[in-house]
């Protein structure tokens, strides 16, 4: 038996030894198995927890920047309103000062007709000053109405030649030179 005892303990120190291996084989195979496992739990749970915590952070500046703008509207309405406070007051100003010097003005214009004309002051008219836009729809009515006029004076022309075209183009540029003597001698 001594000769098969060494050969029995060769034998016994493999299968120790091929027993720890496949042992430390599954510990590592079971310990990656865990770790995969939990990297996969864990993973889902921290990226949820971070998109969440993305989301928060994302409505909290959304919600900032809203209350800014709301801010930002609020001061310029107020800053806008106080402008026009300051330019209405400013209007005022400038009525009161316009009316004064309206009544200076009337009061010299008064005193210079009595020294021209003495004692007996002529009733004038004043017309109240007209807006550039009334002034200049005046001017384009009356140059309606001129433009009317020779209308009219080309249909008596018309009828008056009975309907001879060429003896009414010549009588076309008498016309227009007077219209030009007309309104170089207005300026």
């Known amino acids: ?3 098969w005892q060494w050969l029995v303990d060769v034998f016994t120190f493999i299968g120790m030894a091929v027993c720890i291996l496949i ?5 590592v195979w079971i310990t990656c198995f865990l770790v995969k496992l939990l990297i996969k739990t864990f993973g889902v749970k921290v990226g949820k927890s971070y998109d969440l915590m993305v989301e928060d952070i994302n409505k909290k500046a959304e919600a900032r920047k809203s ?5 930002r509207e609020a001061k310029f309405a107020q800053k806008m309103e106080i402008l026009n406070m300051k330019l209405e007051s400013k209007q005022r100003i ?13 009061a010299k214009e008064n005193a210079v007709i009595v020294k ?11 017309k109240p000053k007209e807006s550039k836009k009334e002034t200049k729809q005046v001017e384009d009515k009356k140059q309606d109405e001129e433009n009317e006029e020779v209308f009219e004076k080309i249909a008596e022309v018309a009828e008056i030649v009975d309907g001879d075209v060429q003896s ?6 008498e016309e227009e030179k007077t219209e030009t003597k007309k309104k170089s001698s207005k300026k």
């Open 116 to 126: 021209l004309f003495g004692d007996e002051v002529p009733e004038f008219e004043t």
């Open 67 to 71: 209350r800014n703008e709301i801010k």
């Open 23 to 27: 042992a430390l084989i599954a510990i």
């Open 1 to 3: 038996m001594d000769k």
């Open 94 to 106: 400038h009525d009161i000062k316009k009316a004064k010097l309206e009544g200076k003005l009337d």
């Open 168 to 173: 009414i183009e010549a009588v076309k540029p």
